[in-house]
């Protein structure tokens, strides 16, 4: 659709096209589309995805039909359904996905431009039905020169479509798989659906349904996804997951994540393709035109797998009973999850065995052919760990050492089937000796380090395993490659890296967008000030709609070391050569010493605060001379720091005898206006202030805040050290949760 540059929306429909992967194509189907409630649509578009080869007889199709909000991209949203083995295999399926009509995401829909009147549709859209979503659908698996369809298959919304594919087309589809879903809207689903439209309609901006789409009832989406959120969970779920927690002091935590749930959807979404796909929902009946509703049941005649969930609030357990009842060559598998309706979208990995089995193939083989056990399948944690450097050593001896514990404690199977260094990798699907990992890594084969190049072969590996987790332990650049990589297998990441969160900032917008995309957790919470909860705090402050005002910090455990050796005497020289055997220092010392490691945490921070700048955006003054920092070997430095020993002590002695202490320290400056300034340098404190206090390696941070106006909410302690940092990453994965009935 044609939209003004910078207007809303223009940034409307680029979060839509960000939700729309660059394989996409398009069809434009050869003539005008006949809606079954009557009218016709002139030129009707479907972007579509495809994977694996179409058989020279056209015979192997595959369709996936996608849910309410869902896209083409089923290998974003159902990413652990692709593989060997898996529900589909594109080694021999030709799998097709494509987004559905009324949508948003390339196919035509509200958001497109009425050709009678060269505006988008918007609230015109003429009403559709599902059956009109399976013709246009149709139409563009024949022109792919399909000849039959082997499975179609969908949950929700997509599960009606599977039903209508089954009725429209008997000689065309051999089998079906049906989830989560239902042969007819009941009462109870129109009635949400109702519900959540007049969320829609009471937003003043909907202006009956010819909204200015640079100005749209966002707040009515908002409030619509809200309610739909929890009709897609379900009561215990919330209870484990929220309880009463609040989030602030005027904000329960569940209050929170409805809200946070409803702003993400106002980004990627638009308010008539919601209501006007509701509408698709509610006039779901499979009887529609075809007699008695037993007996259009009874008429389906291909293989059919039911999917039902049984915490299911949206779609009832009972809907998918009585189609299972009735379609003879049903069977009935129920999905054991406390996740409600999204379970099919959560315990992918269970979805994806059913179906496999449906299929007549084995279960999701576990190369190299051995058999994961029940209890490790359904509990646990599979780690990829990178670097083993002193966090990374660190980690694995805390796994080794606590392992019993932490599973007796947590109820979670730790474990870690490889470990990487620069020079090679050892893997071990069943788990990796932890006794005897460096000499198991020595002896592996030197393939080099994990970087984008050679990381697709471990990560498709960790990929088969159960909740696959990437664990970045290094100082490595280029990492965000490697990241997205494993969120384009399903593999969730842990890190410490500062680097990938430095980047440029469309780069880290894009790698963000990847995590999203395929549901992937992303926790780096070690990368500022090891195991404290700086980050983790700024994280609650800002989605508890708290407003930053201003960020002080001492944020590097070297430099503050430093500082507190430079004020005991000893000089500079000295004491930074023990920062390095103390293992306190970046690989380079200079990183340290050029305030650059404490200019990329700031940033970090800023960034999480949503300010948009680069690293370069961050205004730095060296700890010490530019000029003793020239690029070197550590005793070239040590040798340049020791002509500085003078001056430096000279420096400290002056602010002595002016009741000042010497720190460095991190600045963040929100004004008004939301603009986000950000330094980093040393600075003379007064020696009462709370940063003069530091002693060590003690990191602080300072947040003022609306709420914390008076008196900043402060976080301090050790922030620095392996021990520390693995502490913090070990608990990071314990977020992450267990076993194959997770995503
Ligand atoms: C009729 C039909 O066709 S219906 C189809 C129904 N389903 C859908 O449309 C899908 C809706 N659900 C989703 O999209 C889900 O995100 C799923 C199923 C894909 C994944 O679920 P989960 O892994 O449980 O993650 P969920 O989305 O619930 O929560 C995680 C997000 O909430 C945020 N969050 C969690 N708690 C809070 C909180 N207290 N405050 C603010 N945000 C919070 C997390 O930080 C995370 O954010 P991120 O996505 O930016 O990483
Ligand atoms: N070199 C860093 C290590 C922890 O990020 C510091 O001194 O703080």
Redesign the pocket.
């Known amino acids: 659709m044609a939209t003004e540059p910078g207007s809303a929306a223009a940034a409307a429909a680029a979060g839509r096209a960000a939700f729309v992967a660059p394989e996409t194509r398009t069809f434009v189907l050869p003539g005008p589309l006949a809606l079954e409630l009557g009218g016709r649509l002139a030129e009707v578009q479907v972007a579509y995805r495809t994977w694996g080869t179409l058989d020279r007889d056209g015979g192997n199709a595959v369709v996936c039909c996608h849910?309410?909000?869902g896209s083409a991209d089923a290998d974003r949203w159902w990413t652990r359904m692709f593989g060997p083995g898996r529900a589909f295999d594109p080694e021999k399926d030709f799998i097709v996905c494509s987004n559905i009509l009324g949508s948003c995401y390339g196919t035509t829909g509200p958001t497109s431009l009425d050709p009678a009147t060269g505006t988008p549709y918007l609230g015109t859209f003429p009403a559709i039905t599902i059956r009109d979503m399976v013709r246009a659908q149709h139409a563009l698996v024949t022109a792919l020169g399909v000849r039959r369809v082997r499975m179609v298959i969908g949950g929700?919304?997509g599960g009606m479509q599977v039903l209508e594919w089954a009725l429209l087309y008997p000689d065309l589809v051999d089998s079906v798989v049906f989830i989560a879903s239902t042969a007819r809207h009941s009462a109870w689903c129109i009635g949400l659906s109702e519900a959540q439209r007049q969320a829609i309609y009471a937003d003043p901006r909907w202006m009956d349904g010819r909204y200015d789409p640079d100005d749209p009832p966002s707040a009515g989406l908002a409030a619509a996804r809200m309610m739909a959120m929890l009709s897609?969970r379900s009561q215990p779920s919330f209870e484990e997951r929220f309880g009463r927690r609040p989030?602030t002091e005027d904000l329960f935590?569940v209050e929170?994540?409805l809200r946070?749930?409803g702003q993400q959807l106002v980004e990627r979404f638009d308010p008539a393709t919601y209501v006007t796909l509701t509408r698709a929902?509610d006039t779901h009946d499979v009887s529609r035109g075809r007699g008695d509703f037993d007996d259009v049941l009874r008429s389906i005649r291909q293989p059919t797998l039911v999917v039902s969930i049984d915490s299911d609030v949206l779609y009832w357990p009972w809907e998918q009973r009585e189609v299972a009842r009735l379609v003879p060559n049903a069977r009935l598998d129920v999905l054991d999850s406390p996740d409600g309706?999204?379970a099919f979208?959560?315990a992918v990995d269970r979805v994806s065995d059913m179906v496999a089995d449906f299929r007549g193939r084995p279960v999701a083989p576990v190369p190299p052919s051995r058999v994961v056990e029940k209890a490790f399948a359904e509990r646990g944690v599979s780690l990829l760990v990178l670097g083993k450097g002193k966090v990374g050593r660190e980690l694995l001896e805390q796994i080794r050492v606590q392992r019993r514990e932490l599973e007796r404690d947590y109820d979670v199977l730790l474990r870690v089937v490889g470990v990487a260094d620069t020079r090679g990798a050892v893997v071990e699907d069943t788990g990796v000796d932890l006794g005897r990992w460096e000499a198991l890594l020595a002896a592996a084969p030197a393939t080099g380090p994990v970087d984008a190049r050679t990381a697709p072969a471990l990560l498709d590996r960790l990929a088969r395993l159960p909740r696959p987790v990437l664990v970045d332990l290094t100082a490595a650049d280029g990492m965000e490659e490697v990241y997205e990589q494993a969120f384009r297998r399903g593999i969730d990441v842990v890190s410490s890296n500062k680097r990938p969160l430095a980047v440029a900032p469309r780069r880290e917008d894009l790698l963000r967008q990847a995590r999203?995309q395929h549901?992937r957790h992303w926790h780096y919470d070690t990368a500022v000030g090891a195991s404290l909860p700086v980050i983790g705090t700024l994280r609650r402050l800002v989605?508890g709609g708290d407003r930053v005002r201003r960020v002080e910090g001492s944020l590097s455990g070297t430099l503050g070391y430093l500082c507190t050796e430079l004020s005991r005497g000893v000089p500079l020289s000295l004491a930074t050569r023990w920062a390095m055997g103390l293992g306190y220092c970046e690989a380079d010392a200079r990183d340290d010493l050029s305030g650059l490691d404490s200019a990329r945490k700031a940033l970090i921070l800023a960034r999480e605060i949503g300010a948009t700048l680069a690293l370069e955006d961050v205004v730095v003054e060296p700890f010490v001379p530019a000029a003793l920092l020239a690029p070197g070997t550590p005793e070239a430095l040590i040798a340049g720091l020791r002509t500085h020993d003078e001056a430096m002590a000279a420096r400290v002695d002056g602010l002595r005898r002016e009741g000042k202490v010497l720190r460095y320290l991190a600045r963040i400056a929100v004004a008004d206006g939301g603009a986000v300034e950000v330094r980093v340098g040393p600075e003379a404190v007064d020696a009462l202030a709370p940063a003069a206090r530091l002693s060590g390696v003690e990191a602080y941070v300072a947040f003022t805040t609306s709420r914390h106006a008076d008196r900043p909410l402060v976080v301090q302690g050790a922030g620095v050290g392996g021990a520390n940092t693995a502490g913090g990453v070990l608990a990071e994965i314990f977020r992450i949760p267990a076993g194959r009935g997770a995503?």
Do not use: P
Request: net charge positive; aromatic share 14%; glycine share 0%.
């Open positions: 849910a309410l909000t929700s919304l897609y989030q935590s929170s994540y946070y749930q929902m309706h999204d979208l959560i999203r549901h989605r995503r």
